[in-house]
């Protein structure tokens, strides 16, 4: 059974420039939410989607965006990258939404974002 | 106060040891808890996923669940150097629809 797939696995951005990280689900899952992670700051939440909606957002600006697609397929986007927003983005995928029962979160490898 | 808490180490122990790794959250409406562990430059790895209070056995590794006290752990039996990772406690469950994570626990088991 194929884990959760991110790509892409390394990028590198200038100040100013927009990025998008896609994450693949693990088959059947119909959750997908995604983190960041800094050495200073750990395991940060940005967003839950369920079933193409949006279930949450975690404490980050507007230029953090995300969606889902029919397939549970799921894109984050970022606009006017800061340097601050370099980090390790994962993305986990599970049956249900967090707040449910069965919700085991397994996550991808991650797309570590440099921006320079 | 932060909703999870956890000791980032390192915890440096020798082969064969027993590691016990602990977490305390503030929540009471936190239902079931999770340990992830990540090695360096991976995303992290769910190692034990436990409802309610008790414990839960899966190899060397044991959860245990205090919700009266709001005290997680992580016991590791036998560590092998191959343990040395960072782990992460991952409590959830209170229809926030997100995960919150421990800081996370670094741990170095030496040959």
């Known amino acids: 059974k194929a884990g959760v797939t991110q790509t892409p696995r390394y990028l590198i951005k200038t100040r100013g420039q927009q990025v998008t990280l896609s994450c693949s689900p693990i088959?059947?899952?119909?959750?997908v939410s995604w983190y960041q992670q800094t050495p200073g700051q750990g395991l940060q939440f940005l967003f839950e989607?369920?079933?193409?909606?949006?279930?949450n957002k975690g404490n980050f600006p507007g230029r953090f965006s995300g969606r889902q697609f029919s397939n549970s397929r799921s894109e984050m986007n970022v606009s006017t990258l800061e340097l601050g927003d370099s980090a390790l983005y994962l993305c986990?995928?599970?049956?249900?939404?967090?707040?449910?029962?069965?919700?085991?979160?397994?996550f991808g490898q991650g797309t570590r974002l440099t921006v320079v | 106060q932060k909703e999870v808490e956890q000791d980032p180490g390192p915890l440096s122990v020798p082969e064969g040891a027993i590691v016990s790794l602990n977490c305390t959250y503030s929540?009471?409406?936190?239902?079931?808890f999770m340990w992830y562990r990540q090695y360096s430059r991976k995303g992290p790895e769910l190692l034990m996923y436990?409802?309610?209070?008790g414990n839960k056995e899966d190899g060397r590794f044991t959860a245990q669940v205090d919700k009266s006290s709001k005290y997680i752990s992580l016991f590791i039996r036998d560590s092998q150097p191959s343990d040395s990772a960072t782990y992460l406690c991952?409590?959830?469950?209170?229809?926030?629809?997100?995960?919150?994570f421990g800081s996370g626990t670094r741990l170095l088991v030496r040959p």
């Open positions: 929540n009471s409406a936190f239902q079931y």
């Open positions: 989607y369920f079933s193409e909606t949006q279930r």
């Open positions: 088959s059947g899952h119909r959750s």
């Open positions: 986990a995928s599970s049956l249900a939404p967090h707040g449910d029962m069965n919700t085991e979160a397994f």
């Open positions: 991952a409590p959830a469950g209170d229809s926030s629809y997100k995960l919150i």
């Open positions: 436990t409802y309610s209070s």
